[in-house]
């Protein structure tokens, strides 16, 4: 096979949970286990962090990529979904996986995958984890998929264990409330491993710290570690923030620029302050200056998009992958002040989010282009539309992404903003990403 072909394989033989949800949801590790065992245990033979959460774990995930390449270590990245190409989700040193590799691999273990069957994303994490052992990375970041405990990265023996946020998304498979959600992802502490925690959430504290006691594993919750200033109010069409992180035993603070401007990377930026504390104490050199040209780098140096992404000025067009409730809340917080003339918004979603409390975090004021990503799970435009209808929100559906960013340009004047997102797969499919 081809890498076209290749890809065709994997995409039509394989449960994908990108494309079709909760029907692709392994809940069970005995297959990535079974897979391990026949490749001869990869993930055994390097060192990783592993890094969950509801929201923030992908921007998390990059940011201390980045830190440790700028450090000088050879770094594998783990991340998913992607965006617009596969071999986005297994990065060396910021270079995305060789398709040529991708090809060789699956001709390889084919007659593993038809006796086994494993999902999609089983398979994926299966070839990541081969790819770094093989090229002997000092130190891989790998985001956990979904959930934590029944994730298949959840076979790792990380160094140290990031959790970024818990909010509600994927309830049908992780549960109802804050402290259920919360429970799913703690499944990745493990016996004796560093666990750190980035924001404090009084909901789910206890859970942690109960999880973090059981495993007899050091917790720190890393808000009460930093808190983190913003130094001025960047231009509404800049790409960096300048921050203050201020370090609470002793009052001294360090100025960062940021490479990502979301209001939520401040929330994400303790924990990756706190979390390469942890690799210093385990004997990582970090410099004071890798880790300020890595928070500052980070699209540079690991190709990472998607996060309040500016694609054009006149209008100004924005777009962000935010796509639960919190994400999407508070960058509608941030969009707010934007000025603008008229706020144009591209928006689409899956049929297994909870559309009616997204669509509360919506202005009521904007004009709507309802789209649909050329995906299964995607939720029709129309019925898109419908709730929105019903939410106050005013709009037309469309059928594809580039058609509704196409409208929403065509209405646009220069004085006006056009955002895009609702899901991440709406924002893979904008023309000019």
């Known amino acids: 096979m081809n890498y076209e072909e290749t890809l065709a394989y994997l995409y039509t033989q394989l449960p994908m949970f990108q494309r079709v949800g909760a029907a692709a949801h392994t809940k069970s590790l005995a297959n990535i286990e079974a897979l391990m065992e026949a490749m001869g245990h990869p993930e055994r033979q390097f060192r990783s962090v592993h890094v969950a959460g509801t929201n923030g774990k992908g921007s998390s995930s990059h940011w201390l990529a980045a830190v440790l390449q700028a450090a000088g270590y050879k770094v594998g990245l783990y991340t998913s979904p992607h965006l617009r190409e596969f071999t986005e989700r297994v990065k060396l040193d910021g270079q995305e996986l060789p398709a040529d590799y991708l090809v060789d691999w699956v001709a390889r273990w084919q007659p593993v995958f038809e006796q086994l069957q494993p999902s999609f994303f089983e398979m994926t994490v299966a070839l990541a984890f081969q790819y770094f052992a093989e090229q002997q990375v000092d130190i891989a970041i790998i985001e956990v998929g979904l959930g934590g405990r029944l994730d298949s990265t959840n076979i790792i023996h990380p160094l140290v264990s990031l959790i970024t946020n818990i909010s509600f998304d994927h309830m049908a498979l992780l549960g109802n409330t804050l402290p259920e959600i919360a429970a799913e992802k703690a499944g990745i502490i493990k016996r004796g491993v560093p666990v750190v925690i980035s924001q404090y959430q009084s909901e789910v504290a206890e859970v942690f710290r109960r999880k973090a006691a059981e495993e007899s594993a050091p917790i720190v919750f890393a808000a009460d570690e930093y808190a983190v200033e913003l130094v001025r109010e960047p231009a509404f069409d800049e790409e960096e923030q300048s921050v203050r992180a201020v370090r609470r035993a002793d009052g001294s603070s360090v ?54 992404t500016i694609l054009g000025r006149s209008p100004l067009i924005i777009c962000d992958t935010g796509h639960n409730e919190a994400g999407l809340g508070m960058v509608m917080a941030q969009l707010a002040r934007v000025p603008r003339r008229q706020l144009h918004l591209v928006l689409g979603t899956v049929n297994d989010k909870d559309v009616p409390h997204m669509l509360a975090q919506l202005p009521a004021e904007a004009t709507y282009y309802f789209c649909q990503a050329s995906i299964p799970r995607a939720l029709p435009a129309s019925e898109l539309a419908a709730q929105a209808a019903a939410a106050g929100l005013r709009g037309t559906p469309f059928g594809t992404v580039p058609a509704a960013v196409q409208a929403a340009r065509a209405a646009a004047q220069a004085d006006d903003v056009i955002f895009i997102g609702g899901s991440t797969f709406v924002v893979a499919e904008i023309p000019e990403l």
């Open 255 to 308: 100025e960062y620029t940021l490479g990502l401007v979301g209001d939520y990377q401040r929330l994400n930026l303790p924990g990756v302050l706190a979390s390469v504390d942890e690799l210093r104490r385990q004997s990582f050199t970090i410099s004071d200056e890798a880790l300020q040209t890595g928070l500052r780098k980070v699209r540079e140096l690991t190709g990472l998009h998607g996060r309040w």
